[in-house]
Every structure is written in structure tokens, then in C-alpha cells.
Nanobody, 119 residues
Framework: QVQLVESGGGLVQPGGSLRLSCAASGSIFSIYAMGWYFQAPGKQRELVATITGTGSTNYADSVKGRFTISRDNAKNTVYLQMNSLKPEDTAVYYC?????????????WGQGTQVTVSS
């Protein structure tokens, strides 16, 4: 079993910044990749950014140049630094981890954290 605990969401004005964190715990041998997805009301969950175990990153076009994903391998934690936030970034942000455990490969989701961008 793998647990993902997210933090850092909240209310911010347009142009502001937030930093999300997601810590993975459990019987983890290694992490293939971690990432962030967002889901706005009435819409499907979409990719924000991912980072592999070797540090390769991938971003949605809508966040390139504004968001930065990073990870601390020693802490099994992934971060999402969000700058120049826009109202359309408002959504629930979910952490995802693709990991290797004693039972094999496992994909897990966090509970989500709300990000609201509004004046």
C-alpha cells in the first residue's frame, strides 16, 4: 500500500504563487515517476506536470514557463511551484505516483488539494 499526502493548496490572487507538496509513504522500493494532475468542476482530470526518477519532466502547454515540478528522492516527495497563477488554474490538484513495491508496480493517487485563483 502506498499513501500520498498533499499539501499547499489554498486561495491566491491572480498573478500570485503557491507551492504544492506531495509525500509518498509505504512499502516503496523505488519511484518510476510522480506527477500532478488537475480537475476543474465538470471537467476531466488533466495532466499538469510529471517528473521521472531520473529527473525528466513533462508539462502541459498551459503551464509551461509558469509551473515547475521538482522532487526530493530522499524524501519521496514531489513539489509543484506555481507562479503567475490565473483564474483558469482553479481546480483540485491531485498527486500521482508510479512506484515499485514488494507487490510489484503500483499507481496511486492522493486525495487532492484545492487551488482557487480569484481576486
Amino acid at each position: 500500500q502506498v499513501q500520498l499526502v498533499e499539501s499547499g493548496g489554498g486561495l491566491v490572487q491572480p498573478g500570485g504563487s503557491l507551492r504544492l507538496s506531495c509525500a509518498a509513504s509505504g512499502s516503496i522500493f523505488s519511484i518510476y515517476a510522480m506527477g500532478w494532475y488537475f480537475q476543474a468542476p465538470g471537467k476531466q482530470r488533466e495532466l499538469v506536470a510529471t517528473i521521472t526518477g531520473t529527473g525528466s519532466t513533462n508539462y502541459a502547454d498551459s503551464v509551461k514557463g509558469r509551473f515547475t515540478i521538482s522532487r526530493d528522492n530522499a524524501k519521496n516527495t514531489v513539489y509543484l511551484q506555481m507562479n503567475s497563477l490565473k483564474p483558469e488554474d482553479t481546480a483540485v490538484y491531485y498527486c500521482n505516483a508510479d512506484v515499485r513495491t514488494v507487490r510489484g508496480r503500483l499507481n496511486s493517487w492522493g486525495q487532492g488539494t484545492q487551488v482557487t485563483v480569484s481576486s
